[in-house]
């Protein structure tokens, strides 16, 4: 038998993130964040709607981890809205690695989202989604380079306010 290349099975591989995110507690308790126990297996299913609706496989664990241990010091995250925004951030992530063409590695965008979330959005999901990295996003597709420039503190909007009713 050629068992070179086996897939862990779903529950099985759900067990050994359970246990991942577990242990990220231990990291994130010293800013406040705790995942509960209802609370991690929301993030793990929330997690295979987002690549099922994304049209992704992910092996082993995912990037969960990893954006818990970017984000833990953002002052924008607390106890309160704290797994809601991980599963924001997590749906966020899957959409933005397939609108990048998988040019940028998780980590890359994991740390453009952490510093567009504190820098530029202040906390705002939304703002996040619909703005930076859409933006950020078009500029690899189009392959502009603005965003290697840019690093996410200025506004490719015109600022209306500037322009004197004449200059329209």
Known sequence: MNDQFMLLPISLQNRQTALALQQCNDVTAKFGLQLTEPEIGQLIEHRKEALEKNGRIEFGGGV?????????DSAYLYQENYAETLIELQECFYYFKNESMEILSDDELIKRMKMYFDDVCHGSIEYLQTTMLENYCRDIRYDTKEYEEMNGYEDNYIDFMDYEREDW
Do not use: S
Request: proline fraction near 0%.
């Open 64 to 72: 969960i981890q990893k954006m818990i241990m970017e984000f833990a």
